[in-house]
């Protein structure tokens, strides 16, 4: 049991997530959205996301999961393993009073935690760029949609999206 944890994800039309180690689109709007579903929670990510990021996003605690046993990443937690994440998400959750555990990619940490979690907070971005990041399949038999509200582009958005919520099935 334990504190759950949920993924939250954006996610073009061709399921890339990203290319070249960075995002391919600029939207405002879910940028917004990214830090309402994250702030006050521990979050878990690949070392090449927290790489692209390149800082300690304020008000969230960081869990950088990588092989490198000397990797140093200032301001945030380093592990050497998936289950360590978890492991120390569940202690952090506890500590800030979190209702969850947010999985912030990129398409490896999303790969390896999908069947760890109990629900997908996902931007569905209306482009299909070239990248070479990709979220994993979404398995129907195992997937639910509860949720979905389309947004046309608002400043700063480079094309429309979705916000679509999914629980186990
Ligand atoms: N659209 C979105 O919502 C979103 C969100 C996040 C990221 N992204 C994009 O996704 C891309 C990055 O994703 P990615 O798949 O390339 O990388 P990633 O998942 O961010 O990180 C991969 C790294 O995690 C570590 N790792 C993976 N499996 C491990 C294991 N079993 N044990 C220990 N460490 C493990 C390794 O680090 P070491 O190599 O250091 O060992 C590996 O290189 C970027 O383009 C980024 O912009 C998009």
Redesign the pocket.
């Known amino acids: 049991m334990g504190v759950p944890l949920v993924i939250v994800?954006?996610?073009a039309r061709n399921g890339v997530?990203?290319?070249n180690?960075?995002?391919l689109w600029k939207l405002r709007s879910d940028m917004h959205h990214f830090r309402a579903i994250t702030m006050g929670k521990p979050m878990i990510?690949?070392?090449?996301?927290w790489d692209?990021i390149g800082r300690p996003l304020p008000g969230r605690e960081t869990i950088v999961?990588?092989?490198?046993a000397s990797?140093v990443a200032p301001g945030a937690h380093v592990v050497?393993?998936?289950e360590s994440a978890i492991a120390l998400g569940q202690t952090l959750a506890e500590r800030l009073k979190s209702p969850e555990i947010v999985v912030?990619?990129?398409?490896?940490?999303y790969a390896?935690l999908l069947d760890r979690c109990s629900a997908l907070h996902l931007t569905q971005v209306d482009l299909a760029p070239d990248g070479d990041?990709f979220f994993p399949p979404i398995d129907p038999a195992r997937w639910r949609e509860v949720g979905r509200a389309a947004h046309d582009p608002g400043p700063g958005d480079e094309a429309g999206f979705s916000f679509v919520d999914y629980v186990r099935a």
């Open positions: 994800a954006a996610v997530i990203g290319g180690n960075r995002l990510m690949g070392r090449r996301t692209s999961v990588t092989r490198d990797f050497q393993d998936p912030a990619g990129g398409g490896e940490l390896l990041a």
